[in-house]
């Protein structure tokens, strides 16, 4: 390579739509031979079939960060030549066979900014030589590039167990399948732009060590998908992972000297991220999650309840809701101030404008059995037992008033370590749970669905604040769709004792998720589904209130059972339904009436340059579902469903 620098309305069953979905006619097209994912949000294509050499490619880039699309360039060649074997060199100067399309001109307009306010909209346009991008900032441009990787079509597809390499190609030779590869069903005319601004996947790396490697490669999954965030949680109670200048004895809190992210680990992150246009927010969870905290010198002493024990108890329930316990010891005045510490030095080392200050599942139990917290917070109380039952976990009124009014004091004063113009990011429970207020314009991650005595979601619960004033901006991590680490059983072995087991026993929340139950949830118009309701037949209503204040969700894969081995297989291709949903909303006539026989043809498609590219992704169905129909003979899916019922297509 060479650089000069859908869908049809439908009835579906009750436990993925909507009751409420209306049918509707979708304007949507079949998109040729399933190339693209995500969908773009308009687009026009021909008949021709253009030839094209992926390694011959010129790229003349005008504007923008000339190093990000150079590399992106190149990623265009190494891509598209991963699920196909190009044609034999025979003629030309450099000895390789030009194709029809011969170069690719790429014009950024504007001028970059923070990745946050980054305009992702491009245009692409493909004529019988050449290819034409368009984009106001580099990122734009970097999507389009992604598109155009996808655009470019395999005459024969090698099959996913062979590699693109001289070998492989040699065995393809011999088997017959023709080399080289085309723009099919040009000349393109694709105008697209992201539904929602945050589009992420929340990686945990503090409950199984997740190395650089492997964190590398799910940045390019989510690049190739058109996601733009990755949530690093980056630290939890189990570990401490990462090099800390300001409390170096931390390193201790890591499970072995090789499981440590090095400051230039973090910043080798951050740079391939950004190369790809994402974002990185790190989460340093407090008060609770907080048990490694303790293996610092000079944090351990505000932190209470290490590793469980609260008030004589020798299990972690019901000091905490997973192993091992801890929490911040938030009366503490010296508490703040300390942890204030890493915030400033993390805060630093991290450059995204976002920096997620944890803020979830505060251990009441932990704080209302602790002399530390309770002579503090309740000055004078001789017996606990009038502020917390302890003999029934129960907190008093007085007890709660004192946590909403003494976790705020904390709350204020170590967002104070945040440089000017850094936006916190908080899970809901902080402001829904503890009634502490933040700023406006804080971003709050909601992960709780129903609410059977509210009658609500956490998300519909945080428009209500916002309706009252508060300004806060949403993050959709509902648990119930996009919690995609679920499904493989209990870990812990006291799976029966107690609500503490209840969030790894096969219970609503961790069941599997499909990546059809994904795909069809939508942040701002889905009805959410009630999740007391087991069977997955009640469902809630729409969100009300200003859902411009939804800025988009993040599916999670947390790290109970998660480490390098298996983080694809549960990550991809799910998230890429996810990617989808998000980046495509605008193009569906409702997210309740997608139409998974026009979706999966693409997603196996996607799903195949995933595995060319290195993924150990899910198998999606049996390789004779690529050419025949599978499921609409006995789905009860009707007559005139737009693509149910025709012969699918494969590449």
Same mark, same amino acid.
Request: with cysteine; aromatic share 10%; net charge negative.
């Given at each position: ?6 869908? =049809? ?9 909507? &009751?409420?979905?209306? +049918? ?25 079939? $253009? ?22 360039? $190149? ?40 990745? &946050? ?12 030589? /050449? ?31 062979? =590699? ?123 008060? =609770? ?43 503490? +005045?010296?508490?703040? +101030?300390? #942890? ?15 920096? %997620? ?20 917070? %309740? ?32 709350? *204020? ?21 503890? /009634? ?41 991590? $509902? ?7 679920? /499904?493989?059983? =209990? ?10 087991? *209840? ?23 889905? @009805? ?50 996810? @990617? ?5 909303? *605008?193009?569906?006539?409702?997210? *309740? ?7 999966? +043809? ?12 290195? #993924? ?9 579902? $690529? ?25």
């Amino acid at each position: 390579m060479q650089l000069s620098v859908i869908l =049809a309305a439908t009835t579906l069953v009750a436990s993925v739509f909507a &009751a409420d979905a209306a +049918p509707a006619v979708s304007p949507l097209t079949k998109v040729p031979h399933n190339l693209l994912w995500p969908r773009p949000q308009t687009w026009t294509a021909g008949t021709t079939d $253009n030839t094209i050499n992926p390694q011959a490619l010129v790229f003349n880039i005008v504007g923008g960060d000339q190093a990000k699309l150079t590399k992106a360039a $190149n990623r265009v060649s190494t891509n598209a030549l991963a699920v196909g074997c190009n044609v034999l060199p025979s003629y030309g100067c450099s000895g390789q066979v030009y194709g029809d399309i011969t170069t690719v001109s790429v014009t950024v307009s504007g001028t970059d900014g923070d990745l &946050a306010d980054a305009d992702e909209s491009y245009t692409l346009d493909t004529t019988s030589s /050449g290819v034409t991008i368009t984009a106001v900032h580099t990122v734009g441009a970097l999507r389009a590039l992604e598109t155009l990787t996808q655009l470019i079509k395999p005459v024969s597809k090698l099959p996913d167990w062979i =590699a693109s390499d001289a070998a492989g190609c040699a065995a393809a030779d011999a088997a017959g399948l023709a080399r080289g590869f085309v723009v099919p069903n040009g000349p393109w005319h694709i105008v697209d732009k992201p539904s929602y601004s945050y589009r992420g996947v929340s990686l945990d790396t503090s409950r199984n060590y997740i190395p650089v490697s492997a964190i590398k490669r799910t940045l390019d999954g989510l690049a190739a998908t058109k996601l733009n965030v990755l949530h690093w949680h980056i630290v939890d109670a189990t570990s401490f992972p990462v090099v800390s200048t300001s409390y170096p004895d931390l390193a201790t809190a890591a499970y072995d000297a090789l499981s440590v992210y090095s400051y230039d680990d973090v910043k080798a992150v951050i740079a391939y991220a950004a190369d790809r246009g994402i974002r990185v927010i790190p989460e340093f969870d407090t008060p =609770a999650h907080a048990n490694a905290y303790s293996f610092s010198k000079g944090l351990a002493p505000y932190v209470l309840c290490v590793n469980g024990g609260a008030a004589g108890t020798t299990s972690f329930w019901p000091t905490c809701p997973e192993p091992p316990c801890g929490n911040v010891n938030i009366a503490d +005045p010296g508490a703040a +101030p300390a #942890f204030g510490a890493l915030v400033k030095e993390y805060s630093a080392l991290f450059t995204d404008s976002v920096f %997620h200050m944890g803020g979830d599942e505060i251990e009441r139990f932990c704080l209302g059995t602790s002399k530390e917290y309770v002579n503090l917070a %309740h000055p004078g109380v001789t017996d606990f037992n009038t502020v917390f039952n302890a003999s029934t976990n129960t907190p008093s009124a007085t007890f709660e008033k004192q946590l909403t009014a003494t976790y705020q004091v904390y709350a *204020d004063t170590i967002r104070k370590a945040l440089p000017t113009g850094k936006v916190a990011q908080y899970w809901e429970d902080i402001v829904l749970s503890e /009634g502490v207020t933040v700023p406006a314009g804080s971003i709050i991650q909601v992960w709780n669905s129903w609410d059977n005595k509210a009658q609500k979601n956490s998300l519909q619960k945080v428009l209500d604040l916002n309706a009252k004033g508060a300004g806060y901006k949403i993050v959709d991590t $509902n648990n119930d769709y996009y919690y995609l680490d679920g /499904g493989s059983g =209990a870990w812990l072995t006291d799976r029966g004792f107690g609500p503490g087991g *209840d969030s790894w026993k096969e219970n609503y929340w961790t069941k599997y998720k499909t990546w059809q139950r994904v795909y069809t949830h939508d942040p701002r118009t889905s @009805a959410q589904e009630n999740t007391t309701d087991t069977d997955g037949t009640g469902l809630a209503g729409k969100p009300k209130g200003d859902l411009s204040a939804i800025i988009g969700a993040s599916a999670a894969i947390w790290g109970e059972r998660i480490d390098a081995n298996n983080l694809d297989v549960k990550l991809w291709p799910r998230a890429a339904a996810a @990617a989808e949903a998000l980046w495509s909303a *605008d193009a569906f006539p409702t997210p *309740d009436a997608k139409d998974f026989f026009e979706a999966q +043809p693409r997603l196996q498609v996607f799903r195949d340059r995933l595995i060319s590219r290195g #993924f150990n992704a899910e198998a999606l169905q049996p390789f004779w579902c $690529n050419y025949n129909q599978c499921g609409a003979a006995f789905s009860g899916y009707p007559a005139g469903l737009a693509f149910g019922n025709q012969k699918p297509t494969y590449w």
